[in-house]
């Protein structure tokens, strides 16, 4: 065992010896959990397919835990740290993952790890920690004699303490960073007059990429894909009407964050968004199914209502976002005139929604429901969220995954959408609305 581990310690030695100069430079900048950027390994090379992760290897050595990834060639790549929970994000060029979808293990200091798409031309590797952990190298390496080219993110244990002061370090360089960036703030008041066109529907599949949703227990399929296929065919449908544009939050696997979903909604000037998801309870189970509609509301209609959207809200956390400088939304006497008029319509569409789908489908028990979902927060946009049905039943996930039922419902929700704007153009001009 210790000749082993002798190898395996000196075959590293060498592969470090052997990295460009590039990337030992960028080692000496990872130290104290700050932002790495590493040049790719090979830049010679650069084939027009995106590299591929083929395997992930987990050594751990006293207090040093190294994640290493095989890569089929070079990819730039930037690491960080964040807490609550304690993590490590690796930021890279788009590659595909030939990977199993989630590690086990757990191992040192590493909790587990995801992967997925995070934007385009960008994926994401989120490795849960079991404790505060400072980055202490992340690199790229080049291969050769036999040895693919290689991601390597050297941890070492710390205390709270050190790693908050780690972050403090981060923070600091990132706050020019942030200075141009966007914010949903200012925008609020500056919406364009509608401009006569066809009402515009914004449909949002829920999660996607680094972010699964809930995955049902009995066949291991997941809410992100599940939903995916639900908003295309509801999509089609709608198109196929020639009554609406239809604009899609995401069309593939594909991270968004919960305020970019809005963003896009807004930027749409859409009249209706619906965002759709399936639900999950704690161990399968049979006795939760079926449709619930939610909507906006500040306070919970039930402790159930408000545990799902603490769930939904987590999103922007599980793909690792950094939350803690998101706008604060500004207070404005008119806004909050749209805001409660669009409450009123969300409410109206959510019924329709409801009495349209239960002709088609099983509905849960309280099919009419509203929490704080992030989501739905736009306050001049009339904003649903569906959830299909549980992914902890079976009988739910056979409905969820089938295109008779997928059909059959994605008709009933485009019923319900264009029975919206029928009573709407009857009652309220689009001017209305700001
Ligand atoms: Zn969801």
């Keep these: 065992m210790a000749l082993g581990r002798l190898l395996a310690v000196l075959l590293a030695a060498s592969v470090l010896t052997g990295a460009s100069s590039q990337a030992q430079t960028t080692s000496a900048v990872s130290a104290a959990g700050r932002g790495a950027v590493a040049r790719p390994a090979a830049e010679g090379v650069r084939s027009t397919l995106p590299a591929a992760v083929s395997a992930a290897h987990l050594t751990v050595d006293g207090q040093r835990t190294r994640l290493t990834f095989d890569l089929t060639r070079g990819v730039e790549m930037r690491a960080f740290a964040l807490a609550d929970p304690y993590r490590v994000i690796i930021d890279l060029d788009e590659v595909n993952f030939h990977m199993a979808p989630r590690a086990p293990e757990r191992r040192g200091l590493v909790r587990t790890f995801r992967f997925g798409l995070f934007a385009p031309g960008k994926s994401r590797i989120v490795v849960e920690l079991t404790g505060p952990a400072i ?22 244990r710390t205390d709270a303490e050190g790693f908050r002061r780690a972050l403090a370090d981060r923070a600091v360089s990132n706050l020019a960073r942030r200075g141009d960036r966007e914010t949903l703030g200012p925008r609020l008041s500056q919406r364009p007059e509608d401009d006569g066109g066809p009402p515009i529907v914004v449909i949002d599949p829920g999660h996607g990429g680094i972010d699964p949703g809930a995955t049902a227990p009995s ?148 099919p009419l429901r509203s929490a704080g979902f992030q ?20 009988r739910d996930v056979e409905m969820l995954t089938s295109a008779i039922w997928r059909d059959r419902t994605a008709d009933s929700v485009a019923k319900a959408v264009a029975q919206f704007f029928a009573t709407r153009n009857g009652t309220v001009a689009p001017a209305a609305r700001r």
């Design 375 to 394: 989501v739905l927060r736009a306050h001049d946009i009339p904003s649903v969220l569906v959830e299909l049905g549980f992914v902890t039943s079976r």
């Design 135 to 156: 980055i202490e190298r992340a690199l790229t390496i080049e291969g050769g004699e036999g040895r693919p080219p290689r991601l390597h993110l050297d941890l070492v």
């Design 219 to 366: 066949t291991g399929d997941e809410e992100k894909m599940i939903v995916l296929d639900f908003a295309k065919v509801l999509r089609d449908k709608l198109a196929a009407t020639g009554r609406y544009r239809v604009v899609m939050t995401r069309d593939r696997d594909i991270f968004i964050p919960l305020a970019d979903r809005v963003r896009i909604a807004r930027d749409a000037r859409a009249h209706l968004f619906i965002s759709v998801h399936a639900d999950s309870i704690g161990g399968a189970t049979e006795s939760a199914r079926g449709v619930t509609v939610y909507t906006l509301s500040d306070r919970a209609s039930d402790a159930d209502s408000e545990r799902l959207a603490e769930r939904e809200n987590k999103a922007d956390a599980i793909a690792g976002l950094d939350l803690s400088e998101e706008p604060s939304e500004i207070a404005d006497i008119l806004i909050d005139l749209t805001r409660r008029e669009t409450r009123i319509y969300s409410a109206n569409f959510a019924r329709t929604l409801a009495g349209e789908m239960r002709q088609v489908t099983r509905m849960h028990r309280l």
